[in-house]
Nanobody, 124 residues
Framework: QVQLVESGGGLVQAGGSLRLSCAAS????????MGWFRQAPGKEREFVAA????????SYADSVKGRFTISRDNAKNTVYLQMNSLKPEDTAVYYC?????????????????WGQGTQVTVSS
């Protein structure tokens, strides 16, 4: 069983930056594709970004492309989401997830493990 714990959320002004971290334990971290999702109030959870375990390739939602960067440190069993130029519409609970798929995927159903989430609030 894999446990995922997110941290780094908080309140930031529009235009600011935050870095989210997700620490994994209990599994073979280097073999998981890792993703970030988010859920804003009253909306469905949506894909944000993913990084594969096989070749380190990345994928982003159009809404965050060019502003967010996902990365992973396999030695620390941690995945990061660097968020720059934040906008009020980025306000959401951000979830880390792990998938046994070797390929990048934006589909929630292909993620096997989920963290509890961390709140990100961007004020205008």
């Amino acid at each position: 069983q894999v446990q995922l714990v997110e941290s780094g959320g908080g309140l930031v002004q529009a235009g600011g930056s935050l870095r989210l971290s997700c620490a994994a334990s209990g599994g073979t971290f280097p073999r998981y594709t890792m993703g970030w999702f988010r859920q804003a109030p009253g909306k469905e959870r949506e894909f944000v970004a993913a990084v594969s375990w096989s070749d380190g390739s990345t994928s982003y939602a159009d809404s965050v492309k060019g502003r967010f960067t996902i990365s992973r440190d396999n030695a620390k069993n941690t995945v990061y989401l660097q968020m720059n130029s934040l906008k009020p519409e980025d306000t959401a609970v951000y979830y880390c997830a792990a998938s046994l798929y070797s390929s990048l995927t934006y589909l929630e159903k292909r993620y096997d493990y989920w963290g509890q989430g961390t709140q990100v609030t961007v004020s205008s």
